[in-house]
């Protein structure tokens, strides 16, 4: 329990960014129609079951498309 204690100040922001992330992305990719690669279900997907940082960062590399 001491342990969680002590880690707890330096894993509350980023579980805080991680869940910023994941939103910024679901509504980047639910509000847009056309991506790089890939189809909208296929990245909900990815980036639901990718949660911990990397779905949302491929997303932005590889998904994205640029306007």
């Known amino acids: 329990m001491e342990a969680i204690k002590e880690i707890l100040p330096f894993l509350i922001p980023l579980v805080v960014v991680e869940f910023v992330l ?26 639901i079951v990718g949660m911990n940082f990397v ?3 491929l997303y932005f590399l590889l998904g994205k498309e640029d306007a």
């Open 55 to 57: 779905g949302p960062i």
């Open 22 to 47: 994941l939103g910024v992305t679901l509504r980047h990719i639910l509000t847009h129609q056309q991506y790089k690669r890939g189809s909208r279900g296929l990245w909900l997907i990815i980036v």
